[in-house]
């Protein structure tokens, strides 16, 4: 595609509900990010995928989130039991190496835990 | 640990006043410094990065390490620059980015 594909746009679910975001990279890049913003703040990061492999999962807050790429593309970030402070708009990015190269982001989804 | 700090939430000019909005850092090493930019309904995209020390949209920043700071400036603002800024650092050989809080520059007439 055109860019960084990223579904539902919208997702509101219960507290303590399993909830699955869905990231589609621009074709052909290998590195992927997660990354979550909350009201009045930047980004902060998630996850970062190299291939299939997690290269760096420093920023999940607990072990409630997890995060997959099993074919090196599209990327699904899980989260258990949510819980209302998981509210925030979840980003995902994708570059065509990592390193430093540029960061291309998708729309987000916005996920409100009631 | 890396840190990123964008001192103003808002900052609102005029029509054809100079910009700078204003970005400081903490890192103790080499960092490289990104500004991203997101206007109202699109989604975040890269202004510029220091290491191609280029302008873009009539915006320059330059690396002070010795103030440890990456100033985003303009000359004359333009209506169309009103959008949210972000200020940003990857450390080292890691690849993630660390962001400020953002600035929401407003140019009004």
């Keep these: 595609g055109a860019g960084v594909s990223q ?10 509900k399993y909830v699955e975001l869905r990231c589609d990279p621009i074709s052909g890049h290998t590195a992927l990010y997660w990354y979550r913003q909350s009201l009045g703040q930047g980004p ?3 996850i970062y995928f190299q291939g299939t492999g997690a290269a760096d999962d420093s920023g999940l807050p ?10 090196g593309s599209v990327s699904t970030l899980k989260i258990q039991r ?4 998981d509210s925030a ?13 540029p960061l291309h982001f998708g729309n987000g989804t916005r996920l409100t835990v009631t | ?17 100079p910009v700078e909005l ?3 850092y903490s890192y103790s090493g080499s960092p490289e410094l990104f500004w991203y930019v997101q206007y109202s309904r699109q ?3 890269l202004l510029l990065r220091h290491i191609s020390r280029e302008s873009i949209k009539g915006f320059t920043a330059d690396l002070n390490k010795g103030e440890t700071s990456f100033h985003l400036k303009k000359p004359f603002a333009q209506e169309e620059d009103s959008a949210m800024y972000y200020c940003a650092l990857t450390a080292g050989t890691a690849s993630k980015l660390t962001f400020g809080t953002g600035t929401r520059l407003q140019v009004t007439l």
């Design chain 2, 1 to 17: 640990a890396q840190r990123v700090t964008q001192p103003e939430k808002l900052l609102s000019v005029f029509k054809g006043a």
């Design chain 1, 89 to 101: 708009v979840y980003l995902c990015a994708s570059s065509s190496t990592g390193g430093g190269s």
């Design chain 1, 62 to 71: 607990n072990d409630r989130f997890f995060a997959v790429r099993p074919e």
């Design chain 1, 82 to 85: 949510t819980e209302r402070g």
């Design chain 2, 22 to 24: 204003k970005c400081n």
């Design chain 2, 43 to 45: 989604r975040l995209q």
């Design chain 1, 7 to 16: 579904t539902p746009s919208n997702k509101v679910t219960e507290k303590g």
């Design chain 1, 44 to 46: 902060e990061f998630l």
